[in-house]
């Protein structure tokens, strides 16, 4: 069973496509309002959230997804690797927006728990390297002593991030995904860069779970959509090489990658 930690907006905790494949805080107590683990974070059952400094609570809108973009996120992890297991951890309110800092604190959660696999589908564009050289940091830290593999959406502004770049997108040990069309091109809106952006996904009209409707699914496009994929291969990889480092399991992934003219 691989943990897959998903950075975002929240999740529908009671989501048909996900209930069943939420990860669970064994040491804690479900509503007793204790932190029985002494880890922070107040009745952190399925997750956390950052914005609250507690577990994330099916109380809030949506059943834990004010905003909906992360339901719809963990939603292709669970449908593409249904042996994983989803932990929601939200830094971003109902209008999607965040703060980086939070991000740190969400990566820290997920890796004392135990996550493989990190997906951030997430970002801002043309914050100066000097600004996330604390997050190349925390990346390396958590590939070296954990083994954890880091995901990151590319961004949907058509730019070239070798020129522009994107945070965490452009940070150093991440796994950078863009997106591609039905027939295998670069999808209008995402960003690329030879060196910057390492893989594509499909990114265009994903159908996945609604989190305004907890038995529905719904259509979105970006490389939100894109980056699951690959964090859903990784865990499915992560499942099969037990302890594996992270840059086994990158290298698993990479190998099995095929070029196209479309892409270059």
């Given at each position: 069973?691989?943990?897959?930690?998903?950075?975002?907006?929240?999740v529908n905790l009671k989501h048909r496509d996900i209930v069943t494949k939420l990860w669970k805080?064994?040491?804690?107590?479900?509503?007793?309002?204790?932190?029985?683990?002494?880890?922070?974070?107040?009745d952190d059952v399925h997750g956390f959230d950052a914005l609250a400094s507690a577990g994330l609570s099916a109380s809030l809108l949506n059943d834990g997804d004010p905003q909906g973009h992360g339901t719809h996120v963990a939603g292709i992890v669970a449908r593409l690797s249904p042996k994983s297991k989803i932990m929601p951890i939200r830094i971003l309110d109902a209008d999607g927006n965040g703060r980086m800092s939070d991000a740190l604190f969400a990566w820290s959660y997920a890796l004392e728990n135990g996550a493989k696999v990190i997906n951030n589908s997430f970002g801002v564009v043309g914050l100066p390297p000097a600004e996330f050289s604390f997050m190349e940091e925390a990346v390396r830290f958590g590939r070296e002593k954990y083994g954890a593999v880091f995901v990151v959406a590319a961004g949907n502004q058509s730019n070239n991030n070798d020129i522009l770049p994107g945070t965490p997108a452009n940070v150093s040990g991440m796994i950078s995904v863009g997106a591609t069309t039905a027939s295998g091109g670069v999808a209008s809106f995402s960003n690329f860069g030879k060196t910057s952006v390492h893989l594509f996904a499909p990114g265009e009209r994903i159908v996945s779970s609604d989190a305004f409707n907890s038995s529905g699914s719904t259509i979105k496009?970006?490389?939100?959509?894109?980056?699951p994929m690959v964090s859903a291969?990784?865990?499915?990889?992560s499942g099969k090489k037990k302890n594996s480092s992270a840059l086994v399991l990158e290298q698993t992934v990479f190998k099995g990658l095929r070029p196209s003219e479309k892409l270059a």
């Open positions: 069973m691989t943990i897959v930690a998903i950075v975002d907006s929240g805080n064994s040491a804690e107590i479900p509503g007793n309002g204790i932190d029985d683990d002494s880890n922070g974070a107040v496009n970006g490389t939100s959509q894109a980056a291969v990784l865990a499915n990889f």
